[in-house]
Nanobody, 124 residues
Framework: QVHLVESGGALVQAGGSLRLSCAAS????????MGWFRQAPGKEREFVAG????????YYTDSVMGRFTISRDNAKDTVSLQMNSLKPEDTAVYHC?????????????????WGQGTQVTVSS
């Protein structure tokens, strides 16, 4: 089992930046592709960004392309999400998750282990 803990969420003004971190423990972290998802009140959980096990490839949902950057450090068992130019519509609880599926999967059901989430609130 992989235990994931997110941190870094906060209240920020529109146009600001945040960096989310996800720390992993348990089973080897570096074998998994990783993803960040978010869930706003009353909405379904949606895919935000994903990164390959090596960190060499990444992909993003269209709404965050060019503003968010996902990265990972396998030596430290962490994955991060740098969020710039934040918008009120980015407000949500952000979760990191692991998947054994090929890079590119965006459905929550394809992800196995999840963190508890960290709240990001962007004020206008």
């Amino acid at each position: 089992q992989v235990h994931l803990v997110e941190s870094g969420g906060a209240l920020v003004q529109a146009g600001g930046s945040l960096r989310l971190s996800c720390a992993a423990s348990g089973r080897p972290f570096s074998v998994y592709n990783m993803g960040w998802f978010r869930q706003a009140p009353g909405k379904e959980r949606e895919f935000v960004a994903g990164i390959s096990w090596s960190g060499g490839s990444s992909y993003y949902t269209d709404s965050v392309m060019g503003r968010f950057t996902i990265s990972r450090d396998n030596a430290k068992d962490t994955v991060s999400l740098q969020m710039n130019s934040l918008k009120p519509e980015d407000t949500a609880v952000y979760h990191c998750a692991t998947t054994a599926q090929p890079l590119g999967v965006v459905f929550p059901r394809e992800y196995v282990y999840w963190g508890q989430g960290t709240q990001v609130t962007v004020s206008s």
